[in-house]
């Protein structure tokens, strides 16, 4: 049974930072894409970031280049979202997911291409 589970969420201010962890079981986490999506309220949900299963290749989303940084260990089954500089808009419940193919350029922003979800973690940024 595949598990991802988010931790690292919180109250943030403007300005602050927030490391968020997803640690995954059930898989082998060395053979999966990683990546990160967010769903604000009233709001679809959206891409974040994803990173290759070798770290050799990342995608960032445009509202989050330069302020967030994706990685992950593979001894640990551990992918993280550094989230620096943080605003009131990156308000939002994350998403942790796993995708066991290559992904590469716009594939890494579409949803369906992931095979597993975690259950999400709130990250709140007061103005």
């Known amino acids: 049974q595949v598990q991802l589970v988010e931790s690292g969420g919180g109250l943030v201010q403007a300005g602050g930072s927030l490391r968020l962890s997803c640690k995954a079981s059930?898989?082998?986490?060395?053979?999966?894409?990683m990546g990160w999506f967010r769903q604000a309220p009233r709001k679809e949900r959206e891409f974040v970031a994803a990173?290759?299963?070798?770290?050799?290749?990342?995608a960032y989303a445009d509202s989050v280049k330069g302020r967030f940084t994706i990685s992950r260990d593979n001894a640990k089954n551990t992918v993280y979202l550094q989230m620096n500089s943080l605003k009131p808009e990156d308000t939002a419940i994350y998403y942790c997911?796993?995708?066991?193919?290559?992904?590469?350029?716009?594939?890494?922003?579409?949803?369906?291409?992931?095979?597993?979800w975690g259950q999400g973690t709130q990250v709140t940024v007061s103005s």
């Open positions: 059930g898989l082998t986490f060395s053979r999966y894409t």
């Open positions: 990173m290759s299963w070798s770290g050799g290749n990342t």
């Open positions: 997911t796993a995708a066991g193919r290559v992904l590469g350029g716009r594939n890494y922003y579409t949803a369906r291409l992931y095979d597993y």
